[in-house]
């Protein structure tokens, strides 16, 4: 090998990062050592940005494209090396490839019950969860606040940092909205903006941005919930109780078309009573008539349980316990499919739901002979 050979082999002309992984977010240029050649290439890909760092200091950020490393196109490295118009030597500087695609699918969730004050209930808890995406949207500003010289630095090392935003900013957010919990499952959406206008001021210090963030579900303290449903359950019962008055009324009402033979009866009839009501006077005068014991109104109904399902970050329902039968039949609802009813808290895996679990314990009956 010659001396020209040696030396070319100790420079880089070609800079990429192609990314094999689905939760990289920095990734530093290994350079083992070697300079950077004057002029060598710099692809910068769709998703990506490249920021150059020179002796710790914050140089110049490539966005996608394809660049020739010269003077021309580096004003920041020209400034800080005090580089001529004839520079024409090999460099080093450090090089991070930051992907700026959307980072999906990430989850938040109250650890603890949130204490709010609600219209209706007064001091309450709720909890809640759902999932968000994260972007960069300054490469430069999220290396300095956060990667720092992190050459391998993945989501999970940021998504537990701002999980803590969320649900900081959840709290503060649900508690100034003033809407009732009972309508929050149906203002979802609106929850979701005050909240992403709440920890946008915050994300941003940082460099990233939260282009999407979703609520699926706002749930009650068991306890609560079983008010609710014994609540709601009154209401049940007093609707029929009134439903019943109304057709006795009417029945009622009905009493003066009567034919003359149906007045005939009722005058027989009354004579009959009459009559033994005289058979059982005594020397002092009339018997008191019996007491009649009077019927217990019956129970309210049993109010059937229905059931949300989540699969692949979208919910679905409700399903009654007859349709899940006929779900788990078909191969559409497993064991491990989470499922979520009023009264339960939070959601939880069909089989382990006791009301659930004996849909997946009841085998067929052996086949018929010949079959």
Not at 192 to 212: F, M, S, V
Not at 242 to 264: F, L, N, R, T, V
Request: no cysteine; aromatic share 8%; glycine share 10%.
């Amino acid at each position: 090998m010659g001396i020209l050979d040696f030396l070319s082999g100790q420079f880089i002309d070609v800079i990429e990062w192609t990314d094999d992984t689905r939760d990289t977010m920095v990734h530093r240029f290994e350079r083992e050592g070697h300079e950077i050649k004057y002029g060598a290439k710099l692809t910068v890909r769709e998703g990506q940005a490249a920021v150059f760092v020179h002796e710790g200091q914050l140089a110049d950020t490539f966005t996608p494209g394809l660049y020739m490393l010269e003077t021309n196109n580096m004003p920041i490295m020209t400034s800080l090396q005090h580089w001529d118009h004839g520079f024409r030597s090999p460099f080093k500087s450090e090089i991070y490839f930051v992907a700026t695609r959307r980072f999906t699918d990430l989850k938040w969730g109250t650890k603890n019950p949130i204490m709010l004050r609600d219209p209706e209930f007064g001091p309450t808890r709720i909890r809640a969860f759902g999932t968000y995406a994260v972007k960069v949207a300054d490469p430069a500003l999220f290396l300095t606040e956060i990667v720092g010289t992190d050459g391998a630095f993945t989501r999970d090392e940021i998504s537990f940092q701002i999980r803590n935003i969320i649900v900081q900013a959840f709290s503060r957010a649900i508690a100034a909205s003033g809407i009732p919990v009972l309508d929050m499952a149906a203002n979802t959406d609106e929850v979701g903006a005050l909240l992403a206008k709440a920890i946008d001021p915050t994300i941003k210090q940082y460099g990233l941005t939260l282009p999407e963030l979703y609520i699926e579900n706002i749930s009650l303290p068991p306890a609560v919930e079983k008010a609710l449903d014994a609540r709601t359950s009154r209401g049940i019962a007093g609707n029929l109780d009134e439903h019943m008055k109304w057709k006795a009324a009417e029945a009622m009402g009905q009493g003066g078309a009567m034919d003359q033979s149906m007045g005939m009866g009722f005058g027989a009839g009354l004579g009959m009573q009459m009559a033994n009501t005289m058979g059982r006077e005594g020397p002092w005068g009339a018997a008191p008539a019996p007491q009649q014991p009077q019927a217990a109104p019956p129970p309210p109904p049993p109010v059937e349980h229905v059931w949300h399902l989540a699969k692949n970050g979208q919910t679905s329902g409700p399903y009654s316990r007859a349709d899940l039968g006929k779900m788990v039949s078909g191969g559409e609802m497993t064991r491990e499919t989470y499922v979520w009813t009023q009264g339960q808290d939070g959601w939880m895996r069909a089989e382990d739901v006791t009301e659930l679990a004996q849909l997946f314990t009841v085998m067929p009956p052996p086949l018929p002979p010949g079959a």
